[in-house]
């Protein structure tokens, strides 16, 4: 079975500065990822995903995410912070042939200013 | 499309009640997926239907739980009888059972048990 693991439970960044959320996966073939993003008190929405071809990602508000296959990694990142992406964010993993979506614990940033 | 609905938003309820949490998923999706937040416990897939049919189950945590999916356009999570450690937001998503396509989620439904 697939499952991602997301390294830290909370971060916090400067307004301007770096985000850098980590995620590995676990399974026995190349999976499908997604990132997703929950602001307080709504749903998950999806910031991108990866299924096949370019290993670069880009998705809404600026992210990105790179899979490598060798590091078994789907880190996200945002060059530049913005108070407004003080969130609570999910990597996640389905496996080919498999509709289900297994989460990681979720990571929350705050952005200071 | 409105996206997958979810009612009522909140929920309070005295230990022992039956409780009914609704989702209407997205027209033409044909999976859906109930999920429960805690702070303790992160997600967890409680139960997925693939074309109304229930796929995988194993996430319900007692015979307590049930669900049930009569049309493509609705589904039920019932909870009898409910305790306090049910307390948790409940998710419905939806997606098309095509690989590498993402779950449309609801806006939740927060249920509080006294």
């Known amino acids: 079975a697939q499952s991602v693991t997301q390294l830290g439970s909370h971060v916090s960044v400067s307004e301007g500065a770096l985000v850098l959320l980590r995620c590995n996966y676990s399974?026995?073939?190349?999976?499908?990822l997604f990132w997703y993003v929950q602001y307080p008190n709504q749903g998950l929405q999806l910031l991108l995903k990866y299924t096949t071809g370019a290993t670069l990602v880009k998705g809404i508000n600026g992210f990105e995410a790179e899979f490598k296959k060798s590091e078994t990694s789907f880190h996200l990142t945002k060059p530049s912070a913005h108070m407004s992406d003080a969130a609570e964010y999910f990597c996640a993993v389905s496996g080919r042939g498999d509709y289900k979506l297994s989460f990681g614990a979720g990571t929350t940033v705050t952005v200071r200013a | 499309d409105a996206g997958v609905i979810q009612s009522p938003r909140h929920e309070v309820t005295e230990m022992g009640q039956e409780v009914t949490l609704r989702c209407k998923p997205i027209s033409g999706h044909n999976s859906l997926f109930w999920y429960r937040q805690t702070m303790m416990r992160g997600l967890e897939l409680l139960i997925y239907?693939?074309?109304?049919?229930?796929?995988?189950d194993s996430g319900m945590p007692e015979d307590r739980f049930s669900a049930k999916m009569p049309n493509a356009s609705f589904s039920t999570l019932k909870i009898q009888p409910s305790e306090p450690r049910d307390s948790a937001v409940y998710f419905c998503?939806?997606?098309?059972?095509?690989?590498?396509?993402?779950?449309?989620f609801g806006q939740g439904t927060r249920l509080t048990v006294v």
């Open positions: 239907f693939n074309n109304n049919v229930p796929i995988d």
């Open positions: 399974s026995s073939v190349p999976p499908y």
């Open positions: 998503a939806s997606s098309l059972a095509k690989g590498g396509t993402e779950a449309f």
